[in-house]
């Protein structure tokens, strides 16, 4: 692989189109997946049948790599990316290894982050197909969280039998895309015949419960159980009113039948990939499906995977949330980081990251340190992988190689983005030797019995640095609601992903702050109880110049402007 990647850059598609993919049949085999339990769309991507996955249920798991991130900031950290060039890595140094991301949503890819597909010489293909429709998963799921929509005014209209509440409906609408003139909406306005008017909303599909269910479902059987447990709203009498009483859950399924078998697809080197399911980490859960996990560790010695923004909020709900209701237990965590972000943490402006800049760096530190030791409270072994960029300096590589060893942790430069899994060979050596001489102690940050109010305080103090949290009277009154009867579940903090505390200004890693409790939202098909935080939205916007604007069709028929 050309590190002349550093001096003259090529864009992401450019090299996505240089490489030339194997028939997906061929990357199966590496798995020991025959033909007959593929169901191929097109040559160079296929879903794994539901009955050869069930076959599986008798063989060892292999070994869980978790691939987490600092803060995020406008400099890039390459968590994507590293993932793919550690599952790279590994292949290179004999184990046999596979990948698991999330699909990428729509909304980013028109937005301002575009794909989620790695980006260099570290990329996953069919590029073009990942970042858009894909297999049609995404368009299933909101089309299954939207017939559950439709039924639920449709029972309204058709006299209600059920008396729910229309101040009280819960269950809000759906797209696959940034449309903040969709946050708040009113239905049913025109004649009688259009229903009862009444206050709507959509949230982006990522954000749907139907995602997280269809990220978290075991098989069909436990799919079609969640989406009845769904709670869509509340009668007068404040009794909860859901799914299954709508007699939606089975329709939802059968939308969903086809989109639930994970997805294989291949990194540019070959590496088999499962690309399944995509809950964004700051307003869900943030982890790629069970289905797509589980499979992999049956058929891989070492699977690496990925979770969403920075470890405070991706690795935390993989641990808490996907580890719980799976059943899983990572053996290993790797911290990314790259040096222009952390000089952003420790003040630089995004003008200034070009130009070596040690104080920022050892300022900007902080953050990184507090990631790598919030990973160590969950009993994972933990390495840094610096994400190498092209203007990293010599003196900036020694200073952070040498302050993570301040705290006991290797850090290691990767150079994918240029080289491929020629460039993380050392990471993945490194790895391997870990979780060889240091077994996982694993643990929760608490456990079920614990109260929910206090689950989002441990949380926030122990995790985010936060001094308290806090909530108005209505906030607290919901709190103490679902204590009642749903009190042993996990919670699912959203928030800004660019700090850690909900103010996305303050860098570094701050102490001493309070955590706002805006609105609390029970996934009881899911199985935890959501906190919104801040002003994090649950639909997001477009900026001021989204990159669908550069997005175009050449004469040749490939799309231009994706990245």
């Known amino acids: 692989m050309p590190a002349s990647q550093h001096i003259n850059p090529k864009e992401d598609i450019e090299i996505a189109r240089e490489f030339s993919m194997r028939p997906i049949k061929e990357i199966a085999a590496k798995l020991d997946i025959e033909e007959q339990d593929l169901l191929p769309h097109g040559h160079h991507k296929a879903k794994v049948s539901l009955d050869y996955i069930e076959s599986l249920k008798s063989r060892p798991n292999g070994k869980l790599i978790l691939v987490a991130g600092i803060s995020p900031t406008r400099a890039g950290e390459g968590k994507t990316t ?39 010489y570290a990329q996953v293909v ?14 299933a799921i909101s089309a299954a969280h939207n017939l559950l929509s439709a039924m639920l005014d449709n029972h309204i209209y058709w006299g209600n039998e059920l008396g729910i509440d229309a101040r009280r409906i819960t269950w809000r609408r759906v797209v696959d895309m940034n449309d903040r003139a969709l946050r708040e909406i009113t239905n049913s ?24 269910i269809f990220c978290l479902a075991r098989d069909l059987d436990d799919l079609q159980e969640r989406l009845g ?42 590496t088999p990939a499962f690309v399944h399911g995509g809950p964004f980490a700051n307003i869900a859960h943030g982890c790629n499906s069970v289905l797509a996990t589980t499979t992999a560790l049956k058929l891989s010695d070492y699977v690496v995977t990925e ?58 530190f902080e953050n990184i340190a507090r990631h790598v ?64 001489r240091q077994p996982t102690e694993f643990r929760h940050l608490y456990d079920d019995a614990m109260p929910l109010w206090d689950k989002v305080k441990t949380v926030a103090t122990e995790l985010y640095g936060a001094e308290d949290i806090i909530a108005d009277q209505k906030v607290r009154d919901q709190f103490a609601k679902l204590q009642e009867d749903f009190g042993e579940l996990p919670v699912c903090i959203a928030k800004t ?51 669908a604007e550069k997005i175009f069709v050449n004469k040749a028929g490939h799309i231009e402007g994706l990245f």
Request: charged residues 20%; glycine residues 12%; contains cysteine.
């Open 82 to 120: 590293t993932t793919v060039g550690l599952g790279d890595a590994l292949t290179r140094i004999g184990k046999k290894a596979s990948i698991c991301l999330r699909e990428p949503s729509l909304g980013p890819c028109f937005g301002i982050k575009g794909g989620a597909a790695g980006g260099g």
């Open 126 to 139: 069919p590029m073009e197909d990942i970042n858009l429709h894909f297999t049609g998963d995404f368009h």
């Open 189 to 212: 306005l025109g004649d009688v015949i259009n229903g009862f008017p009444r206050t709507d909303g959509f949230d982006i599909t990522v954000a749907s419960e139907v995602m997280a």
């Open 229 to 270: 447990n769904i709670i869509v709203g509340y009668t007068r009498e404040q009794k909860p009113v859901f799914a299954r009483d709508l007699n939606a859950q089975g329709a939802m399924t059968a939308l969903l039948k086809d989109a639930i078998q994970p997805n294989l697809v291949q990194t540019l080197e070959g």
């Open 307 to 364: 979770a969403g923004f920075g470890a405070d909020l991706g690795a935390e709900k993989f641990f808490n949330i996907k580890m719980r209701k799976a059943g899983l237990t990572p053996d290993a965590t790797v911290v990314v980081g790259t040096i222009r972000a952390l000089k952003m943490h420790g003040g630089c402006s995004l003008d200034e990251l070009k130009y070596e800049h040690l104080d920022a760096l050892d300022q900007g």
């Open 373 to 436: 030791n919030n990973v160590k409270k969950f009993g994972v072994p933990v390495v840094v992988a610096i994400n190498r960029f092209s203007a990293d300096t010599e003196a900036e590589i020694e200073l952070l190689q040498k302050k993570c060893a301040e705290i006991g942790v290797q850090a290691i430069m990767c150079d994918h983005w240029a080289m491929g899994g020629e460039g993380t060979e050392a990471l993945a050596r490194e790895v391997v030797a870990m979780i060889d």
């Open 497 to 547: 992903p660019m700090s850690f505390s909900t103010d996305p200004d303050l860098r570094g890693a701050p102490t001493g702050h309070v955590v706002p409790i805006r609105e609390v939202r029970l996934s009881a098909g899911a199985g935890f109880v959501v906190v919104i935080c801040g002003n994090i939205m649950t639909m997001p916007g477009l900026p001021r110049v989204p990159t």
